[in-house]
């Protein structure tokens, strides 16, 4: 489904991703791990195509999307939920919820994506996304924006950060039903272990490169028999567990 | 009424044909139709141009509509509508005017309106402001606005120039007794080389009196925009001023909100926010599909909704 050949990009004389090769293959759910500023967000962003790499190409089932825009790549079946999301003074849950779903969603199913999220429809549907919304409700709203989108390549950008704990078990829900309903595949930055622990894939970054790429049951043992919280992992540390990461 | 009057009733008043209700259509200076009820009168003023609308006391769930449709080239018209709201009144008045002007003369509307809402009253007034026409001819919009609230009276006013006004000053004036509220939400698109200037002056002298003042504006291109508002809280009171605007192109916006309290009880806000369109706004946009020119005229259109 996707492929990194060879994907480099640096900003302000700092070399952020150095020749990072992987393959995401379809109806994944694909996990990617590492210390803070090892390159994770950025990574997220050049498939996005929101940052633009030096050097290398992406392929997205089979075609070279290396120059195409933001939206062509939405168009063609990518998604990206933002760390930090945006506020928008004057659009709407139901509008930015529409928009997601190309205008082609019925208000009963946007409800239905709302309280799987963990909102409750009539409160939030006619609501501004604006300041006066919590980070936290900011958080489940780009969720619920991504359940409409129904991608075929979903990335997710620390999505726990700022979800309460009580949230946490019906995030993990959100994210099995739409691999399930969606049949596409699901790639989440997180540091989380109980994220960790629904991937089939785990793909550790560190220091700009993948360090490990492989199934759950290799990589997980690997990263715990190695690392303690706030211990050295290689050359990096993995600490704030849980943490954002503002890569 | 032709096509294009038509069309200008349906821009500013949402009206396909005769409205329901009371209504006074006012077409290049003249009185093009009017209608009275039971309940809501409407008499042509004698001394000067313009209409009393007078609403019965307790009269409910009714409307009165008196849009104005300027269609002649080079027309300046001057007009003073007086509304006279009984007491425990609840109604809605839509107002507003469109222009047409082919010409290449300047053509001008200036509305002058005075509300006095007695005891209790309440009203939603909603006004739009509106220019079209192929012609180099200015095309000109100052409403002036004056609101007297007595006790416990309650006034919405929603104010929109949607587009196509060259210049206007549209100022409003409100005079607020005790336990009175008024909501003022104001939106505004300029492009081109328009110029608007918005004027709020409110005196809160009324124990328990509040006012919302919002307003949203979007200036594009080479336009020139300027929101100047003054609320004096004289008593304990409550005022609230929010005025954001959407800078783009090589616009002007200027934003001058002043409270002032003089009384220790009196509770003033004021917030003020100019800027271009976030670069974050129209990129989350765009990972949902949108080109970037559809991003900014979703962003737009959502602000100024």
């Known amino acids: 489904m996707l492929e990194l050949k060879d994907i480099c990009f640096s900003k302000d004389n700092k070399n952020i991703l150095k020749n990072i090769n992987l393959k995401i293959d379809n109806n994944k759910m694909v996990v990617i791990t590492g210390p803070n500023g090892s390159g994770k967000s950025t990574l997220a962003k050049i498939i996005m195509g929101i940052e633009k790499p030096n050097s290398g190409k992406i392929f997205f089932n089979g075609k070279d999307i290396t120059n195409l825009s933001i939206t062509d790549r939405a168009k063609l079946g990518i998604g990206f939920a933002f760390q930090q999301p945006v506020r928008f003074k004057g659009l709407t849950v139901k509008d930015l919820i529409e928009i997601s779903a190309g205008n082609n969603i019925k208000v009963c199913d946007a409800c239905d994506i709302l309280a799987d999220v963990g909102l409750c429809a009539q409160e939030y549907l006619n609501r501004e996304v604006n300041n006066g919304l919590s980070g936290g409700e900011l958080k489940r709203i780009e ?85 303690k919280p706030c211990h050295k992992l290689t050359n990096n540390s993995i600490c704030n567990k849980g943490g954002h990461d503002n890569e | ?80 509508n007086d509304f006279y709201i009984g007491e425990n009144a609840d109604v809605v008045i839509v107002a507003g005017c469109g222009i047409h002007n082919t010409s290449c003369e300047t053509s001008e509307h200036d509305g002058i309106h005075e509300f006095h809402l007695a005891k209790g009253a309440k009203i939603k007034y909603i006004e739009k402001h509106y220019g079209e026409g192929e012609g180099t001819g200015d095309r000109i919009l100052n409403p002036k606005t004056i609101i007297n609230l007595e006790e416990n009276a309650c006034m919405e006013m929603e104010s929109v120039q949607i587009k196509g006004v060259t210049s206007t000053i549209r100022e409003t004036f409100a005079n607020m007794k005790k336990g009175s509220s008024l909501v003022i939400s104001e939106r505004i698109m300029t492009t081109g080389k328009q110029k608007a200037k918005t004027i709020f002056d409110v005196n809160l002298d009324g124990e328990d009196s509040s006012v919302h003042v919002a307003s949203r504006s979007v200036a594009e291109d080479e336009s020139v925009q300027e929101f100047i508002s003054n609320v004096k809280g004289n008593t304990k009171c409550f005022g609230h001023v929010e005025c954001d605007a959407i800078i783009m192109g090589n616009a002007k916006v200027i934003s001058d909100p002043k409270i002032e309290a003089n009384n220790v009880d009196a509770s003033l806000i004021h917030e003020a926010a100019i800027g271009k369109i976030a670069g974050e706004q129209l990129t989350k946009l765009m990972t949902l599909g949108l080109t970037e020119k559809e991003a900014e005229e979703q962003i737009i259109n959502g602000f100024l909704k």
Do not use: C
């Open chain 2, 1 to 80: 009424m032709n096509k294009i009057e038509k069309d200008l009733l349906k821009q500013i008043a949402d009206i396909e044909e005769v409205p329901m209700g009371a209504y006074n259509i006012r077409e290049n200076g003249k009185l093009a139709s009017r209608n009275t009820t039971a309940n809501i009168d409407i008499i042509t003023k004698k001394d000067k141009p313009g209409i009393d609308i007078i609403v019965k006391p307790n009269t409910k769930n009714a409307s009165v509509h008196i849009p104005v449709i300027l269609t002649q080239g080079g027309f300046n018209d001057l007009v003073y």
């Open chain 1, 143 to 227: 969720i619920a924006m991504l359940a409409a989108k129904k991608s075929k390549l979903t990335i997710f950008d620390e999505p726990e950060a700022g979800i309460d704990l009580w949230s946490f078990n019906n995030l993990i829900s959100v994210f099995e039903k739409m691999h399930k309903d969606i049949k596409g595949s699901i790639v989440i930055i997180s540091h989380q272990e109980r994220i960790l622990n629904i991937a089939d894939e785990i793909i550790l970054i560190a220091n700009g490169k993948v360090e490990k790429h492989g199934k759950r049951e290799e990589i997980l043992p690997q990263i715990y028999g190695k690392v």
